[in-house]
């Protein structure tokens, strides 16, 4: 059964004005368009539609806000790469995105979905670059991973562990993620609940027996909702 199974639509926002003011955090999910950002939202839901799944990438604009509980968010971001023309991506970074993810006082944590056929494009980077500096966790969902054998997904989910070992600054973790397969629901759970400070499930799936690192999810996270935060 799934941990988030009682999120719900809250509402979008397209002005910084308009953010909930009762938040006391806040997970943002951001990717590629076309990577499987809303797919991933609809399966840690265990849910068809509560984030809309469009053909005609990038279509979301705004920020969507869905209700875990009391105060606690999952935030659907714009997908970046498909809007028209650079001043529209320009426009939209400096209008909400960018000050959303820089200032917003109860966001706890990023995560980044990556298609693991095609992880770590120019605009992943970029993102990840520019978010880094916060110093809040970002969590990399490889989503697809059906699409690969299971050697090709190990030697993906290799690589990727392996690139953000050598990031400094911060806490950093990488899952491989299904939504069509419901693959990778319970790690995912795991990070999140921590970041949130919900009660994580009985069974969190851990890849290593081992003490944990920052590239495994059961790090410890360095920030965590602990009651009302301030900002916008």
Request: charged share 20%.
């Amino acid at each position: 059964m799934p941990l988030f199974q009682n999120a719900v639509f809250h509402t979008t926002v397209a002005n910084l004005r308009d953010l909930p003011v009762d938040a006391t955090c806040e997970v943002a999910f951001a990717g590629r368009s076309n990577a499987g950002k809303s797919s991933a939202i609809n399966t840690l839901a265990g849910r068809v539609r509560l984030a809309f799944v469009s053909k005609t990438p990038g279509r979301t604009q705004h920020l969507n806000y869905f209700t875990l509980a009391p105060g606690k968010y999952f935030v659907d971001l714009p997908g970046y790469g498909f809007a028209k023309a650079p001043e529209d991506i320009r426009a939209q970074w400096e209008g909400l995105i960018g000050p959303y993810l820089s200032r917003r006082g109860p966001l706890v944590g990023l995560v980044v979905i990556m298609d693991c056929r095609r992880p770590f494009t120019d605009l992943d980077r970029n993102l990840i670059e520019w978010f880094k500096p916060t110093g809040r966790p970002i969590h990399l969902l490889l989503s697809k991973a059906d699409k690969l054998s299971r050697q090709e997904q190990t030697k993906v989910l290799r690589a990727v562990k392996a690139e953000i070992a050598s990031w400094v600054g911060g806490t950093y973790s990488a899952q491989l993620f299904s939504s069509l397969k419901k693959t990778g629901i319970e790690e995912a759970e795991a990070v999140l609940a921590g970041w949130l400070g919900i009660e994580s499930p009985k069974k969190a799936v851990t890849e290593n027996k081992g003490p944990p690192d920052k590239g495994n999810p059961g790090a410890k996270m360095p920030q965590q909702c602990q009651g009302t935060r301030s900002g916008r």
